[in-house]
Protein backbone atom coordinates (compact mmCIF):
# COMPACT_ATOMS: atom_id res chain seq x y z
CA UNK A 1 0.00 0.00 0.00
CA UNK A 2 1.00 3.59 -0.90
CA UNK A 3 -0.27 6.62 0.39
CA UNK A 4 0.05 9.77 -1.53
CA UNK A 5 0.20 13.43 -0.67
CA UNK A 6 0.28 16.41 -2.30
CA UNK A 7 1.35 20.29 -1.92
CA UNK A 8 2.42 23.29 -3.21
CA UNK A 9 -0.60 24.70 -5.13
CA UNK A 10 -2.35 27.85 -4.76
CA UNK A 11 -2.86 31.12 -6.87
CA UNK A 12 -0.32 32.30 -9.22
CA UNK A 13 0.11 35.23 -12.16
CA UNK A 14 0.41 33.94 -15.14
CA UNK A 15 4.39 34.09 -16.20
CA UNK A 16 4.95 32.66 -12.66
CA UNK A 17 5.92 29.48 -11.08
CA UNK A 18 4.91 26.64 -8.35
CA UNK A 19 6.43 23.42 -7.26
CA UNK A 20 4.53 20.55 -6.55
CA UNK A 21 5.29 17.96 -4.45
CA UNK A 22 4.23 14.64 -3.61
CA UNK A 23 5.23 12.77 0.07
CA UNK A 24 4.74 9.09 -0.41
CA UNK A 25 4.65 6.41 2.07
CA UNK A 26 6.26 3.25 2.53
CA UNK A 27 9.73 1.60 2.13
CA UNK A 28 9.63 0.80 -1.38
CA UNK A 29 9.31 4.42 -2.96
CA UNK A 30 12.46 3.40 -5.51
CA UNK A 31 10.39 0.77 -6.91
CA UNK A 32 7.22 2.96 -8.28
CA UNK A 33 7.11 4.98 -11.12
CA UNK A 34 5.25 8.23 -10.40
CA UNK A 35 3.41 10.55 -12.81
CA UNK A 36 1.47 13.90 -12.45
CA UNK A 37 -1.95 14.05 -13.65
CA UNK A 38 -3.94 17.14 -13.71
CA UNK A 39 -8.05 17.95 -14.21
CA UNK A 40 -10.08 20.37 -14.64
CA UNK A 41 -13.63 20.26 -13.11
CA UNK A 42 -16.29 18.84 -16.03
CA UNK A 43 -13.03 17.64 -18.17
CA UNK A 44 -11.41 14.26 -18.51
CA UNK A 45 -8.12 13.80 -16.31
CA UNK A 46 -5.31 14.60 -18.67
CA UNK A 47 -1.06 13.52 -18.30
CA UNK A 48 1.03 15.98 -17.15
CA UNK A 49 4.56 14.30 -16.44
CA UNK A 50 6.20 11.06 -15.68
CA UNK A 51 8.94 9.98 -14.34
CA UNK A 52 10.55 6.23 -13.91
CA UNK A 53 11.48 4.00 -10.69
CA UNK A 54 14.94 3.99 -11.47
CA UNK A 55 17.72 6.47 -11.47
CA UNK A 56 18.10 7.74 -14.99
CA UNK A 57 15.06 6.42 -16.33
CA UNK A 58 13.23 7.53 -18.79
CA UNK A 59 11.00 11.24 -18.06
CA UNK A 60 7.85 11.83 -20.54
CA UNK A 61 6.28 15.07 -20.65
CA UNK A 62 2.94 16.65 -22.32
CA UNK A 63 3.53 18.48 -24.97
CA UNK A 64 2.03 21.46 -23.43
CA UNK A 65 3.83 21.40 -20.84
CA UNK A 66 7.24 20.45 -22.30
CA UNK A 67 9.75 22.90 -21.29
CA UNK A 68 7.79 24.33 -19.10
CA UNK A 69 7.59 21.64 -16.28
CA UNK A 70 10.10 19.71 -14.48
CA UNK A 71 9.28 16.51 -13.22
CA UNK A 72 12.05 14.85 -10.61
CA UNK A 73 12.32 12.42 -7.72
CA UNK A 74 14.12 12.46 -4.81
CA UNK A 75 14.00 8.36 -3.54
CA UNK A 76 15.51 9.21 -0.04
CA UNK A 77 13.08 11.94 0.76
CA UNK A 78 10.10 9.38 -0.96
CA UNK A 79 9.18 12.88 -2.50
CA UNK A 80 8.21 13.42 -6.42
CA UNK A 81 8.57 16.81 -7.36
CA UNK A 82 7.17 19.32 -10.26
CA UNK A 83 8.49 22.16 -11.26
CA UNK A 84 6.19 24.46 -12.77
CA UNK A 85 7.50 27.74 -14.50
CA UNK A 86 5.99 30.02 -16.89
CA UNK A 87 2.86 29.52 -15.94
CA UNK A 88 -0.19 29.69 -18.12
CA UNK A 89 -3.96 30.29 -17.06
CA UNK A 90 -4.75 27.09 -18.86
CA UNK A 91 -2.58 25.14 -16.76
CA UNK A 92 -5.17 26.03 -14.21
CA UNK A 93 -6.46 22.48 -12.45
CA UNK A 94 -5.98 20.55 -9.76
CA UNK A 95 -2.97 18.58 -9.67
CA UNK A 96 -2.87 14.48 -8.82
CA UNK A 97 0.21 12.67 -8.82
CA UNK A 98 0.16 8.48 -8.63
CA UNK A 99 2.82 5.76 -8.43
CA UNK A 100 2.92 2.43 -10.38
CA UNK A 101 5.47 -0.61 -10.05
CA UNK A 102 8.85 0.21 -12.48
CA UNK A 103 7.73 1.53 -15.51
CA UNK A 104 6.25 5.07 -15.89
CA UNK A 105 3.24 5.25 -18.15
CA UNK A 106 1.66 8.59 -20.02
CA UNK A 107 -1.64 6.72 -19.69
CA UNK A 108 -3.78 6.80 -16.10
CA UNK A 109 -2.75 3.18 -15.59
CA UNK A 110 -1.81 3.44 -12.00
CA UNK A 111 -2.21 2.20 -8.92
CA UNK A 112 -2.17 4.80 -6.23
CA UNK A 113 -3.48 8.17 -6.56
CA UNK A 114 -3.13 10.93 -4.01
CA UNK A 115 -6.07 13.39 -3.19
CA UNK A 116 -5.13 16.53 -5.33
CA UNK A 117 -4.05 19.98 -5.13
CA UNK A 118 -5.54 23.21 -6.82
CA UNK A 119 -3.55 25.29 -8.79
CA UNK A 120 -5.08 28.42 -10.23
CA UNK A 121 -2.95 30.71 -12.73
CA UNK A 122 -4.41 34.43 -13.00
CA UNK A 123 -4.25 36.32 -16.26
Known amino acids: QVQLVESGGGLVQAGGSLRLSCAAS????????MGWFRQVSGKEREFVAA?????????YYADSVKGRFTISRDNAKNTVYLQMNSLKPEDTAVYYC???????????????WGQGTQVTVSS
Open 98 to 112: AARLFSASQSDNYEY
Open 26 to 33: GRTFSTYA
Open 51 to 59: ISARSGGRI
